[in-house]
């Protein structure tokens, strides 16, 4: 499966049309979340769901419950039904554009991070993503059970996930300028391809 997914990133990296998917994908599920979001505060005494509140404590949640509607109910496992599609589009997005760029940035490195699947780390948000998920899913089928386990876990997982994500997101910005910056060094001769 590793290997699998570590070619699927190479791949995509290697084809302008096949990120633009990502993309596209990425922002469909995104769009969808946001609406659902949108909404969200008129069924559930004013709060967006848990996975969209990056401060979130556990013992909130269980607060928080208390003010879900049938139709608060209702609309977040359809959140979270989308929300098992975006963070994997999101990490194949974020790992194929660092693939991309790693290897026009430096083609050593990214024949190592692909030999060595190293571009698999950038979809540890992803993998915490989805323990947030299934944590948040098993509090709320559990109401008016308070799983407090599940609620500690999922917060640990959000942390998780926002420290990985926000780490990506600066590799990701380092490698674009980097390969930027050799790209404009090969243009302008100040840099020699052998």
Sequence with gaps: ?????????????????????????????????????????????????????????????????????????????????????????????????????????APRWYAIAVDRKLLLLLMLATVFDYLENLNFLWVVTAWPEPAELAAQLGVLAKKAKLACMYTSFAVAALLLLSAAGRWAGIKTGLIRVR
Aim: charged share 10%; glycine share 6%; net charge negative.
């Design 1 to 105: 499966m590793i290997s699998v997914l570590n070619r699927f990133i190479v791949s995509c990296s290697e084809s302008w049309w096949k990120i633009l998917l990502l993309f596209v994908g990425q922002f469909a599920t995104l769009r969808g979340l946001s609406l659902i979001t949108a909404g969200f505060p008129d069924v559930s005494s004013g709060n967006v769901p848990f996975d969209m509140q990056n401060n979130l404590q556990a013992v909130q949640v269980f607060e928080q419950l208390n003010g879900y509607t049938d139709q608060a109910f209702a609309d977040y496992y359809l959140f979270q039904a989308i929300d098992f599609a975006f963070p994997l589009l999101a990490g194949l997005f974020m790992a194929t554009v660092c693939a991309f760029a790693l290897r026009h940035a």
